[in-house]
């Protein structure tokens, strides 16, 4: 396992509350990233770190935030809750395999369910 | 932009038939992903193949990768129960960014005894 925690798994909130999402890894990997995963979507980018303070967005972050102010921790914050965003998040790491021909491997933490109401 | 297909989205298979789960892709990429996910877990990795003509197995399942056609495949021979799951190919893409993963849709696969 590539040590990566999300927390919290389960979360209730309401319409208009902020909400972070914590990642947190502890294998040193520069890359991180925040899917979400609805019916029908399979899972989509929201937004992607490459290092500490070194963000950008994905194919689904209006009405997200993220930010990294260290290594280990990659936080994802929505700022004004809404139904919409109710779904499952998932948090990824990109580590590079042994040698140079194995390229990158990507490993997704046990994810977020988050429901608004 | 990079946009990837899998079909089918829904799979029911009798126990001990073979079948094969398509997976294209609209730009070039040398990199694809398959996942395992089951119910209310994350997504567990199966193959990386990163190179025309590549091709991997691990029990029952293979994944080989065309990047001329842009097409991965991934075979189940002989299915069982255990091979129940949602199924997932992503494509590992580098236009204008550091390098993401877009995933397709996923093929649900039910084995039936």
């Known amino acids: 396992d590539a040590g990566i925690t999300q927390s919290p798994r389960h979360k209730v909130t309401e319409t208009g509350t902020p909400v972070t999402l914590r990642c947190h890894q502890t294998e040193n990997h520069r890359y991180m990233y925040w899917y979400r995963q609805d019916p029908g979507h399979g899972l989509r980018l929201i937004h992607y770190?490459?290092?500490?303070?070194?963000?950008d967005k994905g194919e689904v972050s209006d009405g997200y935030s993220v930010s990294r102010s260290k290594t280990e921790d990659f936080l994802l914050t929505l700022e004004s809750a809404t139904s919409s965003q109710t779904s499952v998040y998932f948090c990824?790491?990109?580590?590079?395999?042994?040698?140079?021909?194995?390229?990158?491997?990507?490993?997704f933490g046990s994810g977020t369910r988050l429901t608004v109401v | 932009e990079l946009k990837v297909e899998q079909n089918p989205l829904f799979l029911s298979m009798q126990e001990g038939k073979n079948y094969t789960i398509y997976c294209n892709y609209s730009t070039t990429s040398d990199r694809l992903y398959w996942y395992r996910q089951d119910p209310g877990k994350s997504l567990e990795s199966l193959f990386v193949l990163l190179s025309n003509g590549a091709v991997k197995q691990e029990g029952r399942l293979m994944a080989s990768l065309d990047t001329k056609a842009r097409l991965s495949t991934l075979h189940i021979t002989a299915a069982v129960h255990d091979l129940s799951a949602t199924y997932f190919c992503?494509?590992?893409?580098?236009?204008?960014?550091?390098?993401?993963?877009?995933f397709g849709k996923g093929t649900k696969l039910s084995v039936k005894p």
């Open positions: 992503a494509v590992e893409d580098y236009g204008g960014s550091q390098g993401n993963l877009i």
């Open positions: 990824a790491i990109r580590a590079r395999g042994g040698g140079l021909l194995m390229g990158y491997g990507y490993t």
């Open positions: 770190s490459y290092g500490v303070k070194d963000t």
